[in-house]
């Protein structure tokens, strides 16, 4: 891996160069009494996630582990990004920071943030 976070990949007799950088894809929602953030994690693990906040972001770490592989198989060709990633996301001003709920479901992470002062 090179200073950029690029990786030189071989496939058979040919080799291409992938940024490693995982960024999940991201959706947020505004709701009446606040927000939904939905972020696409297939192949996570809900133990190998963290959700947190400080001061107004809320911070959405974790990491894919490649937990299909078998001893004796040899890569061929490689899409999927099996690293750690880090996500921050400012919150509004009127987000309750203490009153975030998550939920894991079919590869998907739905964090629901509420208003402080109801519905807007």
């Known amino acids: 891996m090179d200073k950029n976070g690029k990786k030189n990949v071989k496939n058979g007799t040919s080799s291409r160069i992938i ?46 582990k490649d937990s299909f592989i078998e001893r004796d198989w040899v890569h061929l060709s490689m899409e999927i990004l099996y690293s750690s990633f880090e996500r921050m996301i400012e919150l509004p001003l009127n987000a309750d920071s203490g009153n975030i709920k998550t939920e894991y479901r079919d590869g998907m992470l739905l964090i629901k943030v509420k208003k402080t002062n109801g519905r807007k």
């Open 19 to 64: 940024s490693i950088d995982w960024n999940p894809s991201t959706d947020i929602y505004q709701t009446i009494d606040g927000w939904v953030i939905k972020m696409e994690l297939a192949g996570i693990d809900p133990q190998d996630l963290e959700v947190s906040t400080s001061n107004r972001n809320l911070i959405i770490k974790g990491h894919r």
